[in-house]
């Protein structure tokens, strides 16, 4: 079970990882949101495994929760507005595609440099891939600033959220129960309420592009 | 110590009955609670100096944070006076005198809580608890300034007063910090028993509660939120900010500064001591040439304030001198002008309150003669107008003539600097003096006596019941210090002698006399008092014994009965000789404007004289500063261009710093 178990968490993380820098490559923004469903299936995998090993039914229900919201309910929301412009595709992004893609592997270095010592306070195995949550968080972070339209930055913010679920997986075996139930709720709120103000901006403005917004300032 | 919780307990009813009664009691119900917490806690400060034990108490549950640490010691009893004193004035004022949005749920709840931070302050024990206490304070003076948030002038000077306050309490903050990084205590008794003040950090300690605590006393050049606040704040919390908010200014650093940093060095005094006579000085010479009502007393305030710092100050330079007997007469003095300035300033704001609504206006030079229409407000603003200009027989002359007695035993045995010390804060008293009699004349002549300049409505004199008895209360505290200052001073003696750690009795009191050790010198104001009462009843029994002919006319009027509004001195031109003296400190503008008639230019239709006098501190410290600070912000835009993506990226730049400086 131990060797399973490492491998499906190695595997399950590094995953977490490869979808934040694949979102980073597509354009299409329902391919976004595919990823991020797949995003949520692995860190849902993380969590499972980890309270398996732990025998610890909190992080399972927590698991399920992760598994519903994340990989169910928030890619089906985020899919329903993707939908109302179809073929819709990010325009040129602030920093284009290879370029972020060198930034990311940067990103993920640094990340592994400055979660060096977290592994040191407790070297175990799990603690060892701490710094592949906080790559997510970095380049999911970078998502949210290069993209142009909005429903692509919602999904780089969704992808930080996921990187520090990860950390906190790897890390501490998850948070209390009733902390990561606040967190997802968040989550869920921040995702119902966007979903209502990109309604909005495009009632008004005819489309979600944040660019044409720098004239809102006081 | 059960009264003074009582007492703070009721305090906080004031504020829960604020809270909860519904809109027609509100103001009478907290404001009577309100008033029984200020008795109480006096009563406990009475009790407290005529007896001679320092009590503490700690109530650990009632804040979240911290214990909070209470202490009732000789000092703290001594400037409890002072707070219970105005806070039951002011609001039995309130009662009577609360219109309009001074009567709503926020005002009364933000008047409640206010009071009972004054309350508290005094008697705070430790730092946490102090700065609790100090913060509460000015966070609710800042909000009741915003009462009348619609006046702009209400605005401005709230800006001034946050941004004053605030840097401020920071200043206080941080030394106290200091202070308790070299003590490793955090009680005022268990700093003051480490005896700080020595050392880099003794220093900093010193300047930052000394900068702070001073600024809060309106001394020089940190007194520019005072002319503003002062008057925009209601009438019955412009009488707690002068007569009590500004006391506790000195009463930190009496507590602080003399009381804990007991190694300073004699230097910083001395530059303390300058800094509180030129603000006595300054205020006393914008007063004289304001001629707004409340503007004057703010100013006024500043004069009082600074005299009492320079007493602290010389207190200090003294006891570094080696003469703590004589700084233990000085602080005495100060305690008594707090008292006494406490009084007539509450009596004198509540006053104007009274005024202001009688007649619209504030305007000096648009008032006169209101003897006929307020003759019960007339008089009492007479007594303290009397007790400020240091007429004996009034509070403040007691406490002034201790003062100057104090200065007169440092000039004739110390060393040089001690002689120095005491020649400049002789000087600044005496002339301050002079200047504030100028400014108290020119308020009660011009504004009171005299014919009215300005028509006016005959309703609503405005001179209710409670009003008059808040007045009537503070006037009888004047009166009563000033001609009964000996058992008075006989307590708070003991508590100069706490703060300087004097072991010789210090100054006593009995009933008929005031004798100070340091320069056996006397007082026997119930003697004075007698022969007053003696030498008037003679007078008027000369002049019924001689002429017949009696001939009724108006005061302040040159004994003439036909001359017309117009042909008065106004505020202006009685401050005029005053203000071309100091015109090179003052340096006034003035407007002459001249137009003529339409169909000859030889005939002037109408000449407008106007002179002002803006603060020059002002103008040449703050406007600059002002000015730098909003070309920066305005820089500071380029930063934020309204573009998310600039925004966001600064969030992630910021995160990619933290990560690099911590791998």
Known sequence: ?218 | MTLLLAGLALGLLAVVLALASPSRARVVLAGTSGVLAAALVGAAAVVDLAGRTTRTVTITSLLPFAPLHLRLDALAAAVELVVALVAIAAQVFAVGYARGRLRSRTATVLQGLFVLALLVVPVAGDVTTFLFAWELMALTSLALLLVDHERPSARAAAVWYGAMTQGGAAAITLGLLAVVRITHATSFASMAAARPGTGVLGVVAFVLTAAGFASKAGAVPLHVWLPRAHPEAPTPVSALMSGAMTALGLYGVARVDLGVLVEIGRGWWIGLLVVGVLSALFGALHAVTSTDLKRLLAYSTIDAMGLGLAGLAGAGVLRAEGRPEIAATLVVGVLVLLLAHGAFKALLFLAAGVVERATGTRDLDRLGGLVGLLPRTTAAVAVAAGSAASVPLGAGFVGEWILVEGFVAGLGRTAPGGVATALVGLVGVALTSGLTAVAMVKLLGVGFLGRARAERPASGTGEGRATGLALALLALVTVGVGVLPGPLVAVLARAARDVVGSASPGPAGSITSLTLASTATSLRPLGLAAGAVALVGLVVLAARGGSRVVRATRAWACGRSDLSPRMQYTATSFAEPVQRVFADVLRPTVDVTVSHEEESREIESVLAYRSRVDDAVERALYDPLVRAHDALGRRARILANGSVHRYLAYGFVALLIVLVALG
Request: hydrophobic letters at 60%; charged letters at 15%.
């Open chain 1, 1 to 218: 079970m131990s060797g399973l178990g490492d491998g499906l968490i190695d595997l399950a993380a590094v995953a977490v990882l490869a979808v934040a820098v694949a979102g980073l490559w597509r354009r299409d923004v329902r391919a976004l949101v595919g990823l991020l469903r797949l995003q949520g299936w692995a860190l849902a995998l993380v969590a499972a495994v980890a309270a398996v090993r732990g025998r610890d039914v909190g992080l399972g229900v927590t698991a399920v929760l992760v598994l519903v919201v994340k990989a169910g309910v928030v890619p089906v929301l985020l899919g329903r507005v993707a939908r109302r412009d179809p073929g819709a595709r990010e325009g040129a992004p602030l920093i284009n595609v290879p370029a972020s893609l060198v930034i990311a592997a940067a990103l993920v270095a640094l990340a592994v440099v400055a979660g060096a010592p977290l592994h040191a306070l407790d070297p175990t195995a799990s603690t060892a891939l701490a710094p592949l949550g906080l790559a997510t968080v970095l380049a999911g972070y970078l998502l949210l600033v290069t993209r142009r339209r909005a429903l692509s930055q919602v999904v780089g913010l969704l992808v930080i959220d996921n990187g520090i679920a990860l950390t906190t997986f790897l890390l501490t075996s998850g948070v209390p129960l009733i902390v990561e139930l606040g967190g997802t709720l968040d989550v869920l709120l921040v995702v119902v309420v966007i979903r209502a103000l990109l309604g909005t901006m495009r009632a008004r403005f005819g489309g979600i592009d944040l660019d044409g917004l720098s004239e809102l300032r006081d």
